[in-house]
């Protein structure tokens, strides 16, 4: 070798150093790059993110609701009984009438003297009557003949009271109390007898009939409350009684007819479609979890809980149902939390993030607060 390339010794120790810098490098990439991966492993699945509210107490109302158009009570159609002219027509639509009033006159000509000509025979039947009768105590007259003339009299009188009857339709009277919800005459029109001239309605008093599933036939009873809301009117309530209910079950579709009936006379109006809920039953402090947390890929009723970072499937045994809430009779205790966003990518034992808050316990709610759509019993 050359003298030269080693003199002193320094180019050896300087390639010696670059050897042993080289090494030393590749060995801390190599344990950094462990220690990234020992990091990952630790570290394991990603959380996944969720919201969640916990259990509390509320009232809570086990209820049926229905839709119904709104009836009338009563109603009748007004028919001519004798033909005639119409001389006056009394009325108009709309307008409130009572039972008995004259709603229409009739030329009655004809009939009175058809009145007048049986009154008189009749006045000329009862005076040989009594005649006869006299005669008959002086045994100058049969038995046989005055009692064909007593015959012959009450048949006049028969004759007279059909013809006063005839007579009293030329007066077309209302048979019930309510609106002139139609008209079908004018002054002047000539009106065949039996024909309809008038329609009215008793708006006093509502009826919407509601069809029943028979499974309800043992928690509905007459005089419940009832509580309806109209399409016509957004906004309004208003308040009922179950009046009736059939006493028994239609084989066919297996429903029973219960009718509820609501005060007339205001805004309420016969042929307005209405929404109906009755509440049968109501607890006033009960553990309530939103409907949104109940599962509904499984057989049996459960929600998922959040219980030390994961989610854990619960079952639970349900109660009423009244609108967005759900009634929890076994399972859960107050302040559980209970997820109702984010469930569909948990399983069992997923590590869970919650957002959107902590879901602390909510205060006590008011009664149909949060949700008064229909509701029913857990079945």
Known sequence: MPVNTFVHGRPLRAGALLIACALALAA????????????????????????????????????????????????????????GVALQVLVEEGQQVHAGQVLVRLDSSRAALQAAQTAAQMRKLEANYARSVTLAQQKLISANDIDTIRFDLENARAANRLANLELSYANVVAPI??????????????VQINTPIFRIVDTSRLEATLNVPEREVATLTSGLKVDLAVDALPGHKFEGTIDRIAPVVDSGSGTFRVICTFAGGGTLQPGMFGRIRIDYDQRTDALVVPRVALLD??????????KAGKAVRVPVKLGYLD????????GLKVGDQVVTAGKVALREGSAVQIIGGAGQPQKKLAAGEGGSAAASTAR
């Open 28 to 83: 801390c990439k190599k344990g950094d790059g462990d220690a990234m991966a020992k990091g990952k492993e630790d570290k394991g699945p990603e959380a996944i993110p969720v919201e969640v509210m916990a259990a509390a107490k509320r009232p809570i109302a086990a209820s049926y609701t229905g839709t119904a158009p709104l009836e009338a009570r009563g109603e009748s159609q007004v028919i001519a009984k004798t033909s």
């Open 177 to 190: 109390s309510g609106v002139i919800a139609e008209r079908k005459i004018k002054d002047g029109n000539f």
């Open 297 to 306: 890929d499984e057989g049996d009723p459960a929600v998922y809980a959040v």
């Open 323 to 330: 609108g967005q809430w759900a009634e929890v009779r076994q």
